[in-house]
């Protein structure tokens, strides 16, 4: 690749992050633009970064490249310069860690209330989501539980709290449009709690993130958001047409 072309596509790179890039999904998340903004933030940061280290190379390149009669000089340290390209970025990542505080607790500290959230049971297992839904008596693992795999139905504008539990191998739920990815691992004790909360109605992509096994690929489920009154219908209309639930569940966890 050429400078000039390399340069073009640097430039049109940061111009569409500045925007918000063409490449990340709708957000329909809550907490989706703090998310993003972070992005764009560092996104900025770490291109002004590479803009300066590689334009000093390419000055060095030319300042003292290898002339006639010139005799190189060797250097053994600059206790100036060391200070500075550690220190500097020592502080860039400190103000990150404090700037963006805020968005991680909303995502990952600040669960909502378990009394005023949808809350739903994920496990994963090759190839394939298996979602499970309290029944009418709002306890998980009873005879009344709704099951079923890769769809997950929610209600917009409501808060979704999620065990998520792995069955055999690491698997990585991906809510792409919630900007929510969230690694988790084989066996009882690694259950993971995760939440989310949409705010347009719609049908969204589940993936796995995590390459699980040679039917990875097929991994695939869908989100499908609904009105509050949707939401409702839909679950009346399964409670009704409700089938024995699968052979797999759990109790919720203790103080959640």
């Given at each position: 690749?050429s400078?000039?072309?390399?340069?073009?596509?640097?430039f049109?790179?940061?111009?569409?992050?500045?925007?918000?890039?063409?490449?990340?999904?709708?957000?329909?998340?809550?907490?989706?633009?703090?998310i993003?903004?972070l992005?764009?933030?560092?996104f900025?940061i770490?291109t002004?970064?590479f803009?300066?280290t590689?334009?000093?190379?390419?000055f060095?390149?030319?300042?003292?490249?290898?002339?006639?009669?010139r005799?190189?000089?060797?250097?053994?340290?600059?206790?100036?310069?060391e200070?500075?390209?550690?220190v500097?970025?020592?502080?860039?990542?400190?103000?990150?860690?404090v700037?963006?505080?805020?968005?991680?607790?909303?995502?990952?500290i600040?669960?909502?209330?378990s009394?005023e959230?949808?809350?739903?049971?994920?496990?994963a297992?090759?190839?394939?989501?298996?979602?499970?839904y309290p029944g009418?008596d709002?306890?998980?693992?009873?005879?009344?539980?709704?099951?079923?795999?890769?769809?997950?139905?929610?209600?917009?504008?409501?808060?979704?709290l999620?065990q998520?539990?792995?069955?055999?191998v690491?698997?990585?739920?991906f809510?792409?449009n919630?900007?929510?990815?969230?690694d988790?691992?084989?066996?009882?004790?690694?259950?993971?709690l995760?939440?989310?909360?949409a705010?347009k109605?719609?049908?969204?992509e589940?993936?796995?993130?995590?390459?699980?096994?040679?039917?990875?690929y097929r991994?695939?489920?869908?989100?499908?958001?609904?009105?509050p009154?949707e939401?409702?219908?839909?679950?009346?209309?399964?409670?009704k047409a409700k089938?024995?639930?699968a052979?797999w569940?759990?109790?919720?966890?203790?103080?959640?």
């Amino acid at each position: 690749m050429s400078v000039v072309t390399f340069g073009v596509a640097l430039f049109c790179s940061f111009g569409t992050a500045l925007a918000g890039g063409p490449w990340l999904p709708e957000n329909v998340s809550t907490i989706g633009e703090d998310i993003d903004h972070l992005y764009r933030v560092i996104f900025v940061i770490t291109t002004i970064m590479f803009v300066l280290t590689q334009g000093v190379l390419v000055f060095f390149i030319f300042r003292y490249r290898q002339r006639p009669g010139r005799r190189a000089a060797y250097v053994h340290d600059n206790a100036t310069v060391e200070t500075v390209w550690t220190v500097v970025p020592g502080i860039i990542l400190l103000v990150l860690a404090v700037y963006q505080w805020n968005a991680w607790a909303d995502a990952k500290i600040r669960a909502p209330d378990s009394d005023e959230a949808i809350r739903v049971e994920i496990l994963a297992q090759q190839f394939e989501w298996n979602i499970r839904y309290p029944g009418p008596d709002g306890v998980f693992d009873t005879q009344d539980d709704l099951t079923m795999k890769n769809q997950l139905y929610i209600p917009r504008g409501k808060p979704v709290l999620v065990q998520l539990r792995a069955l055999d191998v690491i698997h990585s739920f991906f809510l792409p449009n919630l900007r929510v990815k969230q690694d988790v691992l084989p066996g009882p004790r690694n259950t993971i709690l995760l939440w989310f909360d949409a705010n347009k109605s719609g049908t969204y992509e589940i993936a796995c993130a995590e390459l699980c096994g040679l039917g990875h690929y097929r991994m695939r489920g869908q989100l499908f958001v609904y009105t509050p009154e949707e939401f409702e219908t839909w679950l009346e209309n399964k409670y009704k047409a409700k089938t024995p639930p699968a052979d797999w569940g759990w109790g919720w966890e203790d103080g959640v």
